[in-house]
């Protein structure tokens, strides 16, 4: 995995997302927790028991986790055409949505 400018999706209040690509050639998107965040270790399994709980096939599929050192990333699945409230919050790009 590169965490290079150029793999970075966006950004959210956990810390940057960036595209991947698995050993077997899937792509996923990886939320790399931010530094200076403050979440600390027992907070990041909360929410991770948490986000697991929520599995649904209308929600993008938790794939793993990696926890290293002071590393903290939640892989997803990678779902192309940027996120869904890039569409929502803007009166322009919803009227695109035909669902």
Same mark, same amino acid.
């Given at each position: 995995?590169?965490? @290079?400018?150029?793999?970075?999706?966006?950004?959210?209040? *956990?810390?940057?997302?960036?595209?991947? !690509?698995?050993?077997?050639?899937?792509?996923?998107?990886?939320?790399?927790?931010?530094?200076?965040?403050?979440?600390?270790? $027992?907070?990041?399994?909360?929410?991770? $028991?948490?986000?697991?709980?929520?599995?649904?096939?209308?929600?993008?599929?938790?794939?793993? =986790?990696? !926890?290293?050192?002071?590393?903290?990333?939640?892989?997803?699945?990678?779902?192309?055409?940027? @996120?869904?409230?890039? *569409?929502?919050?803007? =009166?322009?790009?919803?009227? /695109? /949505?035909?669902?």
């Amino acid at each position: 995995m590169n965490f @290079s400018p150029e793999n970075k999706l966006g950004q959210g209040g *956990y810390g940057p997302v960036y595209k991947g !690509i698995l050993a077997t050639g899937q792509e996923v998107a990886m939320k790399r927790l931010s530094k200076t965040s403050g979440q600390g270790i $027992v907070k990041f399994k909360n929410e991770l $028991v948490l986000i697991c709980e929520l599995q649904h096939t209308n929600l993008v599929q938790l794939l793993g =986790c990696c !926890i290293h050192e002071e590393e903290r990333i939640l892989i997803y699945e990678y779902m192309p055409n940027k @996120s869904l409230d890039f *569409y929502l919050f803007d =009166c322009t790009r919803r009227k /695109l /949505l035909d669902w």
